[in-house]
């Protein structure tokens, strides 16, 4: 039984180094299982799960296997194949005399598959690990393979500021060059950021208004209704800021704001990416002070479930000054964006799980409607929702029927994934297969690393410095006070989820509470 129809890409052995954690368990075996049912795995392909533990194939593969179930996959010939082809092999990463234990075997895989010596490295492993181990496979002739092909993956945290992400990088590609470095955002891999750019640049409606001119404000923001979920011993060294600001909220802002790219391949679109990075405006002490809020929950409530504060969570220091949410308003200076705000928030243990980037369209002057009290209305929005659900809204206003003129904000809501039978991929799947093809658009390039480093670590070594206060919010609440005050000083105020938007109707500005 072959895993795949056809799939067109070429053979490989995924190597996952971490096989038997969180990361391997949750997103990569249902992705690969996912792959596999779909038909969008290389036809000779194998998998090699390294671990530390002492395991059989045969226990590696009930792991996987529950693992792909767990997440809803169900288990035809094709993943029973996929899995037929999952080994483990025992080493200790640290352990140099295990290396060319892994390079013989490999080797022997390639005979068994037909593999033709083509490799993917996945470091589901903690950072410290990746030069470690880049550096061992360098040293074994893993990394330089000639006539075949090598791949690194490795996920975040890719360092904890600048000069550790530094070091991190010189390690990993004094073994691997740039070119074979996956450096995975995962949000990269949600289906409604790869429709950003068709939404941007395919469309009229929205691209020649894409700009200061007709763009009052934008707004990312992304809650999670989760806490720390037990990872409280890394999530206190990190805080939002480095675990959700440095990379998946700094990676939306570029696809929202970046300049149409000269070409659709990878280095193209991220050198697009790597400039609005570039242009954010420096942050002095004032600035990070007024317009950086830090909040962490406390204890409360969300769907009537009782839930601990921060400070409660296993693993937390009960004095814990770690942020769990953070709000900030920046600017990009640019031609395109000069005099625009761009908020972002992201926190846990907020009302609801939803990530969206919401675009509020400047107002008409105010002659013909607007001004008028019995007229409600609202702000041309346009959100582009990324999860739960996956689409487009935007609110416009025109004539409420059966009136004489009065005005009300409409709303056109376009759902991708509210209808059976459409599934996006989850992010993991569609980043697995980039990697199987060598497209690493997806993926995030050094210099966007380095600069959104370079961005956080201003707030980051502020904080430090000087100490700075978390202001305490109810878990199940929308976060400190202070990102309201932020926001109300310059007369602008959080647009709450679409999920929101599209209940009562507006009492004011065209928005209403949850
Ligand atoms: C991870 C963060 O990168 O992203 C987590 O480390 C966070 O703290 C998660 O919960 C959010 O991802 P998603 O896909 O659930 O929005």
């Known amino acids: 039984m072959t895993i795949t129809a056809a799939s067109g890409l070429e053979p490989c052995v995924l190597v996952i180094f971490g096989a038997t954690g969180d990361l391997t368990r949750r997103k990569l075996y249902p992705a690969l299982a996912s792959l596999a049912s779909q038909g969008r795995l290389p036809d000779s392909f194998a998998v090699v799960a390294v671990g530390r533990r002492e395991k059989t194939d045969e226990i590696v593969r009930e792991e996987a296997k529950d693992a792909a179930v767990d997440q809803g996959n169900e288990i035809d010939t094709r993943t029973s194949a996929l899995f037929g ?108 950021l790869q429709n950003l750019m068709v939404i941007r640049f395919a469309n009229t409606l929205f691209e020649p208004l894409w700009n200061s001119r007709y763009i009052e404000e934008v707004q990312i923001s992304v809650s999670e209704t989760v806490g720390v979920e037990g990872r409280g011993a890394y999530y206190e060294e990190a805080g939002a800021l480095r675990d959700m600001v440095q990379n998946h909220m700094l990676q939306l802002l570029t696809l929202t704001a970046m300049e149409p790219p000269v070409a659709l391949d990878a280095d193209s679109i991220r050198d697009e990416k790597v400039k609005v990075l570039r242009s954010l405006r420096p942050l002095g002490t004032q600035d990070i002070e007024s317009q950086v809020v830090r909040g962490q929950y406390g204890s409360g409530a969300i769907d009537g479930r009782a839930l601990v504060g921060y400070r409660q969570e296993d693993r937390v220091n009960p004095e814990s000054n770690t942020e769990t949410y953070v709000a900030l308003r920046l600017h990009i200076d640019n031609f395109r964006w000069s005099g625009v705000p761009f908020y972002l928030r992201t926190g846990k243990r907020l009302p609801v799980r939803s990530a969206e980037i919401i675009v509020r369209f400047r107002e008409q002057p105010g002659v013909l409607y607007f001004g008028q009290k019995h007229h409600m209305l609202g702000p041309n929005l346009l959100v582009i929702k990324i999860q739960p659900e996956e689409g487009i809204f935007l609110q416009f206003n025109a004539k409420q029927p059966g009136t004489q003129s009065t005005i009300v904000p409409v709303k056109m809501d376009y759902c991708q994934n509210c209808h059976a039978g459409i599934n996006s991929p989850e992010a993991y799947e569609r980043l697995l297969a980039d990697v199987m093809r060598g497209d690493s658009t997806l993926f995030t390039r050094w210099d966007e690393v380095e600069y959104a480093w370079h961005f956080v670590d201003q707030i980051a070594s502020l904080w430090e410095k000087t100490g700075a206060g978390v202001e305490l919010y109810p878990a199940g609440d929308w976060g400190p006070v202070a990102a309201d005050r932020l926001l109300a000083r310059h007369g602008h105020r959080w647009l709450l989820p679409f999920q929101c938007l599209l209940g009562e109707r507006p009492e004011d500005e065209g928005l209403s509470d949850c």
Do not use: C
């Not at 005979?111 to 492993?125: E, M, P, Q, S």
């Not at 360092?159 to 060059?177: C, D, K, V, Y």
């Open 85 to 192: 082809r999952l080994h483990y092999l025992q080493m200790d990463f640290d352990d140099a005399g295990a290396y060319p234990r892994l390079r013989d075997f490999l080797t022997k895989l390639d005979t068994v598959y037909h593999t033709r010596r083509n490799r993917i490295f996945f470091l589901a492993v903690a950072p410290q690990y990746f030069g470690t181990i880049a550096g061992h496979l360098y040293r074994q002739g893993m990394a330089t393979n000639r006539g075949a092909w090598q791949r690194v993956v490795v996920e975040k945290p890719f360092g904890r500021n600048l000069p550790t992400a530094r070091q991190l990088n010189e390690r990993l590609t004094q073994a691997f060059s740039e070119k074979l470095v996956y450096r995975i955002d995962h949000y990269l891999g949600k289906e409604m």
